[in-house]
């Protein structure tokens, strides 16, 4: 049974147009009003998005977080009064002082659409092609909750079927994420989403014929998608049968994603301002702004025109939303009552919480036994994977290095690929060699949710993801991220391929969790406390993980709190503390020992997460790092730039300030001075400055 809107045939009153100009009135209004904004966009494709909200999708406005609602993506954010505008008309929270406190202080109607900040808003879009790639992650998730809950269902019978509505921009195509993300999803024959194309030839600098030239659609039909142009009316307006009949026919379309160009007029029907650059980012002008409303049949001289039967007529979407939600619901219980055991496990997810248990699958590593924590992590995933169905994520075609694969006989791919592994429903994702857009799919995983996903690459290619991550910790959302080969200590693959700035780069990221644990044991515990966390807090983490083998310590659980007393000091009060992370960890034990030789009572603090370490309160801290003690070393095989504020004005910091070199990677720990005798040194000239 389909709860999906049923009308075939378009229902379009002249009151359904009067609310389209009602559309482009506001826009024109709210950009007014603050003195800067986007107008033009909103304005042109107000038919669309007034066709997509009060025609086709299937949303509650009473219930924005509906399981079984259709999303939608505004992929050009800086248009995002073509969002705010729909929903204040389909009854989403947003009134009309809300548009009018447009892009102000404490507005619920920021610059660019904010998830969690304004109801409605499925995902943070702003820099362009992110809302694309985003939508792709959508609907891939989706396509993932429908094989843990319903998957023998025929196609459009299940609660979980539902469709990924995206509008894209020039902007987003031109984007080389949406080239990555858009190819992924034709091979993944992803059926579920819907992008309609905003053909409106003009950028800032002008006509799109400055940097534009190629035919959009075919190369959409080379990356395998379902493509459809539609043409404007004889006004030059959106032609709204035409519209309609074609997301209907992509909609309809469930084995490839689907792709419409609409040939578009930018600030339509302004007189002057439409089809200008100006209209673009800019607003339209007094007197434009009232020639406009002429135009329109509208009053010049008042501002934010709503006629009160317009308001009736478009608020009705909340009567609707309710209807199609009820008939969900019959749905939705008709499946629990059939399916009692993946019912349960719905509740389970949909709740954040991890099965009974789970935590006693995570291995202990035997001390004393030389381990690559991507290896460790690769067996705790592996291990995970076998209690938590939800778990799920792969590579960017580096599986194999980065010890990603969570089950090696099951991998996420549509029915008819050739391998012998391939399931639609499968667990391993294979990204390919789409960094950018593995994180941004993962972003839209994360946001679809139901699922937990995770994602691996080298270290170094973080580069290619860091506009997806900086987004995730934007948004807060609960993703992972695989970072192996993390420091010189990957070896002869040279300074192209060693992380030497990233690991003080990523800590930067406001909200970004970064993990870089010494061993095989702190690997498993942080893996555990990256899944407890992501049930009660959310917000993205970084593992980073060496490619060569280091000691394995014994486990300690003060690993989960970020920094924690690895190794005490003998013979008396610490006089000096080693603070390390990750592979160097090794490095100040062993220093240690010669200054323990020579009657030094050391101390050494592993500290696989800054943040993590942050969030503890401050007693703790102080007994980790003793305000008294004023000798301190920290150590890391990257720049120094994090560890300033722990070791203070006495202290001393053994780094790599500079590119690393093509050799095996102990002779470059020896040869760029990271060794135990330099961090022993260090210690010693810490000593002598603090007055020891």
């Not at 690769?378 to 960017?396: N, R, Y």
């Amino acid at each position: 049974m389909s709860t999906k809107p049923t009308t075939t045939d378009l229902e379009w009153a002249e009151l359904d147009q009067r609310a389209v100009d009602t559309v482009r009135v506001l826009a024109m209004d709210s950009v007014q009003k603050v003195g800067n904004g986007h107008p033009g966009t909103a304005m042109s494709l107000a038919p669309a998005a007034y066709m997509l909200f009060q025609k086709l999708m299937r949303h509650d406005p009473s219930d924005p977080q509906w399981t079984g609602r259709d999303r939608f993506v505004l992929s050009p954010g800086h248009s995002s009064l073509t969002l705010y505008i729909q929903l204040y008309m389909a009854g989403y929270g947003l009134e009309l002082d809300d548009l009018k406190a447009f892009r102000t202080w404490g507005s619920k109607t920021p610059g660019h659409p904010e998830f969690g900040h304004t109801v409605g808003v499925e995902t943070t879009t702003g820099p362009l092609g992110q809302g694309i790639a985003n939508a792709v992650g959508m609907a891939m998730a989706a396509r993932y909750e429908r094989g843990l809950f319903d998957p023998d269902a025929p196609q459009g019978t299940s609660p979980f079927d539902h469709t990924i509505w995206a509008i894209v921009s020039d902007g987003d195509l031109e984007e080389g994420i949406s080239a990555e993300a858009s190819s992924l999803a034709g091979h993944q024959k992803l059926g579920n989403i819907v992008a309609l194309y905003d053909d409106n030839h003009i950028s800032i600098e002008g006509d799109t014929a400055t940097a534009l030239s190629e035919d959009v659609l075919k190369r959409y039909e080379a990356y395998g998608w379902h493509v459809q142009r539609i043409e404007q009316d004889a006004s030059g307006d959106f032609d709204v049968k035409a519209l309609y009949t074609a997301l209907k026919a992509a909609q309809d379309e469930t084995e490839r994603p689907s792709m419409i160009a609409a040939r578009t007029i930018i600030a339509w029907p302004a007189p002057n301002a439409q089809n200008t650059e100006a209209s673009h980012g800019s607003a339209l002008g007094a007197e434009e702004v009232a020639a406009t409303k002429r135009v329109l049949g509208f009053d010049p001289e008042r501002d934010f025109q709503v006629d009160e039967e317009v308001g009736s007529h478009v608020r009705k979407a909340v009567d609707r939303g309710r209807e199609f939600r009820a008939a969900w619901d019959k749905q939705f219980q008709e499946w629990r009552a059939a399916n009692p055991q993946r019912a349960a496990e719905f509740d389970r997810i949909a709740a954040g919480e991890l099965p009974e248990g789970w935590e006693h699958k995570v291995p202990v590593f035997e001390a004393g036994k030389d381990v690559a924590t991507r290896k460790a992590s690769g067996e705790v995933l592996k291990a995970l994977g076998g209690v938590i169905p939800e778990l799920w994520g792969g590579s960017a075609d580096l599986a194999g290095s980065n010890n990603t694969t969570i089950d090696a006989s099951s991998s996420f791919l549509p029915a008819d690929n050739p391998l012998p592994e391939a399931s639609p429903y499968g667990r391993t994702v294979h990204f390919g060699i789409r960094e950018h857009a593995m994180g941004s799919a993962m972003n839209g995983i994360a946001l679809h949710g139901n699922t937990r996903i995770y994602g691996g690459t080298f270290l170094v290619f973080s580069d290619y993801m860091r506009p997806a991550v900086r987004l995730a910790a934007l948004m807060q959302l609960p993703v992972t991220y695989v970072w192996t080969h993390d420091s010189i200590g990957l070896g002869e693959d040279g300074p192209t391929h060693q992380p030497v700035e990233h690991m003080a780069a990523l800590r930067a990221i406001p909200g970004l969790n970064m993990v870089r644990p010494a061993d095989a044991n702190e690997t498993a515990i942080a893996w555990r406390e990256i899944m407890r966390r992501h049930g009660a807090k959310p917000g993205p983490h970084g593992l980073a993980l060496t490619r060569q083998n280091v000691p394995t310590y014994e486990y300690n659980e003060d690993a989960a709190k970020g920094g924690y007393v690895l190794l005490e000091a003998d013979g008396g009060p610490a006089e000096v503390i080693l603070i390390a992370t990750g592979s160097e960890v090794q490095l100040a034990v062993k220093a240690r020992e010669k200054l323990q030789a020579t009657g030094v009572p050391t101390r050494v603090v592993s500290m696989p997460s800054v943040e993590w370490f942050e969030e503890q309160d401050q007693g703790y801290r102080d007994s980790v790092l003793p305000p008294s003690v004023t000798a301190r070393v920290a150590v890391e095989a990257g720049i120094g730039l994090t560890w300033h504020r722990y070791v203070g004005v006495a202290g001393r910091i053994v780094s790599l300030e500079h590119f690393g070199a093509s050799a095996d990677y102990k002779v470059l720990f020896r040869e760029f001075g990271l060794t135990a005798d330099a961090v022993e040194a260090a210690a010693r000239e810490s000593l002598a400055a603090s007055g020891r």
